[in-house]
């Protein structure tokens, strides 16, 4: 019962984060991995969409209509993620 492979919940959080982050990425020491799955984390939690929240990230934001202005990207993960935003002109 506390073997991380035939935990269903464990094995989605590593694969997320191997497929999503760490597939992705070369990594140079142990100070870097920890910057990266940190950035990788908050990605994860305030921008990422999930499927069981109807494709919608844990920390909703307010759908904005096209007169708030234009659609500006923010780079997330060093730039492997992104979140998109309407930015008044």
Same mark, same amino acid.
């Given at each position: 019962?506390?073997?991380?492979? @035939?935990?269903? !919940?464990?094995? #989605?959080?590593?694969?997320?984060?191997?497929?999503?982050?760490?597939? /992705?990425?070369? #990594? *140079?020491?142990?100070?870097? =991995?920890?910057? =990266? #799955?940190? %950035?990788? #984390?908050? !990605? !994860?939690?305030?921008?990422?969409?999930?499927?069981?929240? /109807?494709?919608?990230?844990? @920390?909703?934001?307010?759908?904005?209509?096209?007169?708030?202005?234009?659609? =500006?990207? *923010?780079?997330?993960? %060093? %730039?492997? /993620? /992104? &979140? !998109?935003? &309407? @930015?008044?002109?």
């Amino acid at each position: 019962p506390r073997s991380p492979w @035939q935990n269903p !919940y464990m094995e #989605l959080l590593i694969g997320s984060i191997r497929r999503g982050c760490l597939d /992705h990425v070369i #990594l *140079f020491n142990g100070n870097h =991995v920890r910057r =990266v #799955l940190r %950035g990788y #984390l908050h !990605y !994860y939690h305030e921008s990422r969409t999930h499927l069981a929240l /109807h494709k919608d990230a844990p @920390q909703p934001r307010p759908i904005k209509p096209p007169a708030m202005g234009r659609i =500006v990207e *923010f780079p997330k993960v %060093g %730039g492997l /993620h /992104h &979140r !998109y935003s &309407r @930015q008044a002109a």
